[in-house]
């Protein structure tokens, strides 16, 4: 019986992929096996449109264990020790319901870490908000911030970084990126690819309900005024649940049971099956009747596409249920087996004895489609564009209206919500420029940060691109670590439209570019298209996780200043680049203009000083320099200790706007003892780094003489003072 | 000195406790919740976490695993019990320790360092806090504010039951310092024999100078001591 | 008046919290429960005398505030 073309249309399959559908298996597919493709075809499984483009990624270093492709990148961190990570976006669900939305994100990055038998060890996230003037951005701010605490606490992992923006660009579509990192041996990963031949596949944990039924497809379809009627697809995350399944699955990884496991996440029991069958070249086959159901009287078609969370499909060596078994049972889960391998490299559903669909694993894997997307050049304007009078505008006023602003605030309202100390290895908690995480046990640990940069990508998206992976690198160089590699989390609007692919296009030019020169591949990600509410998209927003190795937890650096009476250096040459900068768009309400463009060369040459004056313990602080410039960065470096500066402007070309709010990418401000100074001025200039001696600390103010003097205490209360306000709380 | 650490299903302090046990040589073994009897021991330690997500009231579904009763006994028996966090929750849902433990006030889950005055050092616990009795310590919990009527925190004052405050870095215990809206800023107390504690505050995430501080190394070793 | 209002999860929305009470009921013995779904009761005091006003105030609160109407339901219990 042939299927209406309305019903075809609602799934998400276009005209042109019904007929290769057809093509491929030879025949009109039931009811059944249209929702099959309609899950594994849509953007979110198959990266249609993002495939081609993200391939030219670099992906290798000498660390790298495992990159794209499995549920999480995995990297080597010595001693036989391996960290597991990823991130991901939970956007759509979020805006509909934003503590389910953001707790299910959470839950599923989790899941994507333990499938491979890391112990999770941090969280951290990306969460982008309309502008707070916006009627839904309060409650979808609390909302999401409390799903995420709510799910990633009850679990018990710290959360050690995250960020925080707003823009009227996110007023109708909010991003909620979840990024996780785990611990595991070298010798004790685990992967999804199924192997051999008559095997028992087994699943594990939650039943099976009617939640998020075409989740996947509503993460690949924009939000119309019909926004409230895609409610029954979003799922309630479960964390107890979670937990049981993480210790259940943990124990059992101890030996050599598991020959393949695959969490259940976007299109449930399809995607799992259909992708571990698919990745170790065989066929797999399901009774439909042993799925443990929640509800009665599920039908296949909800069976397969429900998105009903903690649930895992295992792939179990001979002999070894028994044990498994009982494992999963001390725990309170589900398990159950539902099928087996085979090998027809066919997926075979049967129901009530039934044959109920019988597809080609290849139909729904490497022969689905992959889109080279028209695309626009996006990356035009390099012109200097500054607006009138902005020279009048008072130096300590400004650098006032910028640490009262929402994206510069200082967030402990919102990472309070967090458990940071829960593991007991948190050595640096949210607030400064990485998060840093001791491996249990040992005196090594990892810097982590995530950060994002979407007014640099939306006004030149190459150069965005390459900025927000310098910017990761940045962060976790100042804290000490060497960077290693990244998971990216890409967020765009409808790739359908040129400007839109365009943006996409050039974002990645630049991640790769700068990913390439720095030996900082992409291990992991995930692509997250059609952001976008009545043709109003998202700016493009590329999320990076980085992660840095930090040997000797001795060496692990902090930017707060520390002493009285030391120098303050700042590595790298200031230009006074204002387009983009806080002070324009803050202070002055001026978007337009090119961002900072970064040279790499300078990038990688003056971090590796940085390293190098941290390991021969040469500098008592170190902060990086980025948004805000650096006024703000001395600021933020005086806050915490009230020890602040004496800074004398460094004779040059630069005006005292552009010196003191530019933006200009790869500096650092430095602290150093008067005793440390000889060996550190021999070191930069021996590598040729450009540095400028511009200050001493001092006590409780920013002094910059003859034209500002701020006091730590005042600047400290403004740049706490926003987020208490915006929810009415006393501080 | 030999400990039991009891494991329930969504405990996840459990090892950062047992971490701090064995870096003070006591001698622990972990507890499956559904055991019937304890192996001997001197302390029992009901660690923080999410006992059954908390479903239901905080502690409660905890509160009546087999194990349970085993633990009842020991603290007739005069052994020592410590409940950090969800586990001074267990305690209550028990009724081994008295009063309730209810929402932040803020309605939050709160996690930061905070300041206690150790009030009663006079027990198995705190011995230890005599020459510093302001701490440093973090909290992280959802429902740390301990309710009792007028009769209870009258009776735990006077009979000088109560073992922490919270307060400020100069000891002043106020308003301003109490971060869940706790009646006189108790963050944790004894039973009347002081064989039992209960505390919200984490004692097991603060014994290493790298994760800021040791002010909960001192209650461990007050522990050994006894 | 007094009218109560009782707010309770959809039919398919999963409920973890039913399902943990659920479990240890049986674990205490009653294994004759078949479900439980875990909801919430407001009682509430309007000051309004005119039933049709008031049942119109109770069901805006209801919609607006009482219940997240993407995951719950609520019933309204007149006295």
């Excluded at chain 1, 069976?303 to 001390?330: C, D, P, V, Y």
């Excluded at chain 1, 790499?600 to 000083?609: D, Q, R, S, T």
């Amino acid at each position: 019986m042939k299927i209406s073309s309305e019903i075809i249309n609602k799934h998400g399959i276009n005209s042109k992929e019904y007929k290769k559908i057809v093509n491929l298996i030879g025949r009109d597919p039931n009811l059944l096996e249209l929702g099959i493709f309609s899950a594994m075809w849509n953007e979110h499984c198959s990266y249609k449109s993002s495939k081609k483009y993200l391939r030219t990624l670099p992906t290798k270093n000498s660390k790298v264990i495992q990159g794209p492709g499995e549920n999480a990148g995995v990297i080597d961190i010595e001693d036989n020790d391996a960290l597991v990570f990823k991130i991901e976006s939970h956007n759509h669900p979020s805006f509909i319901e934003p503590y389910q939305g953001a707790a299910t994100g959470v839950g599923g990055i989790l899941r994507d870490i333990f499938t491979m038998g890391a112990r999770p060890i941090a969280t951290l996230n990306s969460i982008h908000f309309g502008s707070p003037s916006h009627p839904k951005t309060k409650n979808l701010l609390s909302g999401v911030v409390s799903g995420i605490g709510g799910y990633g606490n009850c679990i018990g992992i710290p959360t050690i970084g995250g960020e925080v923006k707003f823009d009227s660009s996110y007023n109708e579509n909010i991003l909620v990126n979840a990024m996780a990192v785990g611990l595991t041996k070298k010798n004790k990963i685990f992967y999804s690819k199924a192997e051999g031949i008559n095997k028992s596949v087994i699943y594990v944990g939650s039943k099976t309900g009617r939640d998020g039924i075409h989740g996947a497809s509503m993460a690949s379809a924009e939000f119309d005024d019909d926004a409230d009627e895609k409610k029954p697809t979003v799922q309630v995350g479960d964390p107890f649940t979670e937990k049981l399944l993480l210790e259940a699955c943990l124990e059992l990884m101890k030996d050599n049971s598991i020959i393949s496991i695959q969490d259940m996440g976007a299109a449930g029991l399809t995607s799992s099956s259909v992708e571990m069958a698919s990745k170790g070249n065989l066929g797999i086959e399901i009774n439909l009747n042993k799925i443990p159901c929640r509800e009665k009287k599920m039908t296949p078609y909800e069976m397969m596409l429900s998105e009903s969370q903690e649930r895992m499909l295992l792939i179990i060596n001979s002999g070894k249920e028994e044990n498994a078994k009982k494992i999963f049972t001390k725990w309170g889960l589900d398990f159950s087996v539902i099928g087996k391998t085979t090998n027809t490299k066919n997926l075979v559903l049967n129901f009530d004895e039934e044959k109920v669909a019988d597809l080609p694993l290849t139909a729904l894997s490497v022969d689905a489609p992959v889109y080279d997307r028209k695309w626009k050049k996006n990356s035009n304007s390099n012109k200097k564009n500054y607006p009138k009078n902005y020279q009048e505008k008072k130096l300590y006023e400004s650098l006032q209206k910028i640490l009262i602003s929402p994206n510069n605030s200082e967030k402990s309202w919102i990472w309070e919500q967090y458990d940071q100390t829960v593991m007991g290895d948190s050595i640096q908690k949210p607030g400064g420029d990485s998060g840093v995480i001791r491996i249990h046990g040992k005196n090594k640990g990892v810097a982590l940060t995530v950060d994002s940069s979407s007014h640099y990508c939306l006004a030149n998206s190459i150069s965005g691109g390459k900025q927000v992976v310098c910017e990761a690198w940045r962060n976790l160089i100042s804290a000490g670590s060497t960077p290693i590699a990244i998971t990216n989390c890409l967020n765009f609007g409808n790739p359908e439209k040129e400007e839109i692919m365009g943006q996409f296009v050039e974002t990645i030019d630049g991640i790769s570019q700068a990913c390439r020169y720095l030996n900082f591949p992409v291990v992991s990600g995930n692509v997250s298209f059609y952001n976008e509410t009545k043709n109003k998209a998202i700016s493009p927003t590329p999320t990076i996780g980085g992660v840095g190795l930090i040997k000797n937890l001795d060496n692990v650096m902090t930017k707060n200043f520390k002493e009285i009476g030391n120098h303050i250096l700042i590595i790298g040459k200031t230009l006074g680049h204002l387009n983009q900068s806080e002070f324009f768009r803050e202070v002055l309400n001026f978007k337009e203009g090119p961002p900072p463009d970064t040279n790499l060369f300078n990038e990688k040459n003056n971090g590796l000083a940085i390293l190098n004056l941290i390991s021969n313990k040469l500098v008592s602080s170190v902060h990086d320099v980025s948004s805000g410039g650096i006024l703000l960065a001395l600021s933020e470096m005086g806050i915490q200790n009230k020890i602040g500066a004496l800074i004398k402007l460094p004779k040059n070309n630069v005006k005292i706007h552009e010196y003191l709010f530019g933006e200009d990418q790869s500096r650092y401000i430095i602290e150093v003892k008067e005793r440390n100074m000889k060996k550190t001025s021999k070191i930069l200039k021996d590598n040729n780094i450009y540095f400028e001696k511009i200050g001493i600390t001092q006590k409780s103010f920013i002094e910059i003489k003859n034209i500002l003097k701020a006091d730590l205490n005042d600047l400290e209360k403004l740049n706490k003072y926003w987020f208490n306000n915006y929810f009415n709380e006393s501080i | 000195m030999k400990s039991s650490v009891i494991v329930f299903p969504g405990s996840n302090c459990d090892r950062d406790v047992a971490v701090a046990l064995e870096k003070f040589k006591i001698k622990n073994e972990m507890v499956w919740h559904d055991e019937v009897a304890l192996p001997k021991c001197d302390l029992v330690v009901l660690p923080g976490g999410f006992s059954y997500g908390d479903y239901l009231r905080t502690g409660c579904i905890a509160s009546k695993s087999r194990i349970i009763n085993s633990i009842v006994e020991h603290a007739k028996k005069g052994g020592l019990i410590l409940g950090i966090c969800n586990g001074f929750q267990i305690l209550i849902e028990t009724g081994l320790l008295p009063g309730t433990l209810l929402r932040n006030k803020k309605l939050k889950f709160i996690s930061k360092n905070i300041f206690l005055k150790v009030i009663n050092t006079d027990n198995n616990f705190c011995t230890n806090y005599k020459n510093k009795n302001i701490i440093e310590l973090p909290i992280a919990h959802n429902e740390g504010n301990f309710f009792g009527n007028n009769n209870l925190i009258n009776k735990l004052e006077d009979n000088n039951l109560i073992a922490f405050k919270y307060c400020d870095n100069k000891g002043k215990i106020e308003k301003e310092s109490n971060p869940n809206g706790s009646s006189n800023n108790i963050a944790g107390i004894l039973n009347n024999n002081k064989n039992i504690l209960g505390m919200m505050p984490h004692p097991e995430r603060l014994i290493d100078p790298l994760l800021s501080g040791e002010d909960g190394s001192l209650l461990f070793t007050s522990l050994l001591k006894s | 008046m007094k009218i109560s209002v009782t707010v309770t999860l959809k039919k398919d929305v999963l409920d973890p919290q039913g399902k943990v009470v659920k479990q240890t009921l049986k674990n205490m013995g009653h294994q004759n429960i078949e479900d439980i779904r875990q909801g919430k009761y407001f009682e509430i005091e309007i000051n309004e005398k005119d039933k049709e006003k008031a049942k119109k105030i109770i069901e805006e609160i209801s919609v607006k505030l009482l219940s997240n109407t993407i995951i719950e339901d609520y019933t309204i219990n007149y006295k």
